[in-house]
């Protein structure tokens, strides 16, 4: 009886067990396909954030081709522009840059005085007057420089009395406003 009773305690407790088991294992099969499923909707999303970013990215593209043709527009349609202005001193020709022909005369045949500007021709036309901030004086395009035709924006050469106060000027970017009259 006893070896009865015993082994009905093992039957039950190894059935107990197998049972615990074969739960745990059904709790694990359902915890990996949930698992996988998630991994799943990670991927997807993954993916649609990658797509998302893409297009993000061509948008940014977008707006900033339209940004740019917008100031270019602006620029054509407007009177006021920023130039890289700086200074020169053809009458001070310490550096021996200027001295191809008259220093006292421009490139368009004016005598070279403080109102006269080197421009660009292409980009600023001789006989253009200028407002440029800061001077209290207007300025006529007259003349021109290598510099300043390679330059790929607006760019003015100021004139000075001396070599070292040209110098002393530096590149400055100011606003520059064509005078109509």
């Known amino acids: 009886m006893f070896l009865i009773l015993l082994a009905l305690i093992v039957a039950t407790i190894f059935y107990s067990q197998e049972s615990k088991i074969s739960k745990l294992e059904n709790g694990i099969d359902k ?8 991994e799943d909707k990670n991927g ?27 100031e270019e527009l602006e620029q054509q349609n407007s009177n006021s522009f920023t130039a ?4 020169y001193s053809p009458l001070d020709d310490v550096n021996g840059i200027n001295s191809s022909g008259d220093p006292t005369v421009t490139a368009t045949g004016m005598q070279v005085s403080r109102s ?14 200028l ?18 035709r390679s330059y790929k924006g607006y760019a003015i050469d100021i004139v000075k009395p001396t070599y070292n106060q040209a ?7 100011l606003e520059v406003k064509i005078i109509e009259e």
């Open 44 to 70: 997807y999303l993954i993916g649609r954030i990658a797509q998302q970013e893409f297009e993000n990215i061509k948008l940014l593209d977008k707006v900033k081709s339209q940004k740019s043709k917008i």
């Open 167 to 173: 110098i002393d000027f530096g590149v400055q970017y």
């Open 84 to 87: 890289k202005v700086t200074a």
């Open 131 to 148: 407002k440029i901030e800061g001077f209290d004086r207007t300025f006529i395009a007259a003349d021109t420089g290598g510099a300043l």
């Open 31 to 38: 915890l990996q396909n949930e698992l996988e499923q998630v």
């Open 116 to 129: 006269t500007v080197a421009v660009d021709p292409r980009k600023i036309p001789y006989g253009t007057k």
